[in-house]
C-alpha cells in the first residue's frame, strides 16, 4: 500500500504573488516614471536658473548662425509672455502664418515683439522671417538660457527638410508627446487592454508596438535636438576672442610714485596704465558644463516617460501568462 493515497498538491503561492507582483507593477509603472520625470524636470529647471553667461543679442545671434543653415537663419527667437515662465518652445508654422489677434495687438501696443537679448522686432517683420524660415523660437520669460535656446534651435534644424521634416514625423512626434503628457491614462489602458488578450494571443503586441512607434520618433528628435545643441555650445567654447581690460598698478607702486613726486616738488600726474589683452572662450567652461547637465537631465525625462508607458502593457502581458498557466493546470 502506498504511504499516500493521492498525488502531493502544487503550492502555486509562488505563482499567485507573482501574478499579484506583475499585474500591480502594470498599474502603477506610470507613477514611477513620473516621479523620476519630476525629478529630473525640477533638476534640469534649477540649472536653468544657474546662467553663467548671458544670453545676449550677439549669443543669439552666434547660436543662430552656428546651428541653423543659412537660409534659416531669419528664424525669429522672441520671448513669448503667452509661454510658462520656464518653457521654451520650437514652433512650425505654414507659409500664411500669422499671431493670434491678442498676441498680435500686445505686440502692436507694446512697440513690437521682444527678441531675446532685448531688441523689439516689428510684428510685420517677425511674421515675414517666420514664415521664411518655417517657425520660430519662443522663449518664456524665464527661459532665456544659453543651452535652452540652443536645443530649441536644434529641433528647428528639421526645416532643412528629411524625414525629420516630413507630416509623418511631425504625427508620431506629437502623438508621443501627447501620450506622455496623458501618460496616467495611457498608460492605464494599455495594462488593461493588455491584460485582457489570453497570453497565446499574439494581437497583446500591438499595444506595446503602438506605444514604441509614437515614442521612438520622440526619444530620436530629443536626441538630435540635444546633440545639435551640444555641437554647436562646444564650437563656441572653442571660438577664442580678445578682451581689454585696463591693468591696475599695484597700491605700492602708486603711492611710491607720488612720494617721489612730492620730494621732488614735481607736479602730480594722473598714472595711466596700459591696457592688457587676454585671449578668452567665447563661451566659458561652466556655461557649457550646466549646459550639458541639464539638456542631459531634459532628455531624461523623455526617456523616463517612455520608459513608464511601454513597462505598463509588458507587465500586463506576464502577469496574464502566469495568469493562464495556473487557469490551464
Known amino acids: 500500500m502506498p504511504l499516500f493515497s493521492k498525488e502531493k498538491e502544487r ?114 517683420q517677425f511674421v515675414d522671417r517666420a514664415r521664411k524660415a518655417g517657425g520660430y523660437v519662443g522663449l518664456g520669460a524665464n527661459a532665456q538660457n544659453v543651452g535652452a535656446l540652443a536645443h530649441e534651435l536644434g529641433h528647428a534644424t528639421l526645416l532643412s527638410g528629411g524625414y525629420r521634416g516630413s507630416g509623418l514625423h511631425r504625427l508620431l512626434y506629437n502623438l508621443g508627446t501627447s501620450a506622455i503628457s496623458h501618460s496616467p491614462l495611457v498608460a492605464t489602458g494599455a495594462a488593461l487592454a493588455t491584460m485582457s488578450m489570453d497570453s497565446d494571443n499574439n494581437l497583446k503586441w500591438a ?19 540635444t546633440r545639435k545643441a551640444l555641437a554647436a555650445l562646444e564650437k563656441l567654447h572653442g571660438t577664442s576672442v580678445v578682451v581689454t581690460q585696463p591693468t591696475v598698478s599695484p597700491v605700492g607702486a602708486t603711492a611710491t610714485r607720488k612720494a617721489l ?12 596704465d596700459d591696457a592688457a589683452k587676454a585671449t578668452v572662450s567665447y563661451l566659458n567652461k561652466e556655461t557649457l558644463d550646466t549646459a550639458r547637465s541639464m539638456l542631459r537631465r531634459s532628455f531624461g525625462t523623455y526617456g523616463a516617460g517612455a520608459a513608464g508607458l511601454l513597462a505598463a502593457p509588458l507587465m500586463a502581458m506576464k502577469a496574464r501568462s502566469i495568469i493562464d498557466s495556473l487557469r490551464d493546470e
Request: charge should be negative; proline fraction near 6%; hydrophobic fraction near 45%.
Open 207 to 225: 499595444v506595446p508596438a503602438a506605444i514604441l512607434a509614437t515614442q521612438a520618433p520622440v526619444l530620436f528628435e530629443e536626441a538630435i535636438a
Open 261 to 272: 613726486a612730492a620730494v621732488e616738488k614735481l607736479p602730480e600726474t594722473n598714472v595711466v
Open 11 to 124: 503550492d502555486n503561492t509562488g505563482k499567485y504573488l507573482g501574478a499579484a507582483y506583475f499585474g500591480g507593477s502594470a498599474l502603477t509603472a506610470d507613477v514611477g516614471a513620473r516621479a523620476v520625470r519630476d525629478y529630473l524636470g525640477q533638476s534640469a529647471d534649477e540649472l536653468m536658473d544657474k546662467r553663467t553667461q548671458l544670453l545676449d543679442a550677439d549669443m543669439r545671434k552666434r547660436l543662430v548662425d552656428t546651428i541653423l543653415d543659412k537660409e534659416l537663419r531669419t528664424l525669429p527667437v522672441v520671448i513669448d509672455p503667452s509661454l510658462a515662465p520656464k518653457s521654451a518652445v520650437f514652433s512650425q508654422v505654414a507659409d500664411n502664418f500669422v499671431p493670434d489677434r491678442e498676441t498680435a495687438m500686445k505686440a502692436f501696443e507694446s512697440g513690437g515683439v521682444m527678441q531675446a537679448g532685448g531688441e523689439k522686432l516689428p510684428v510685420s
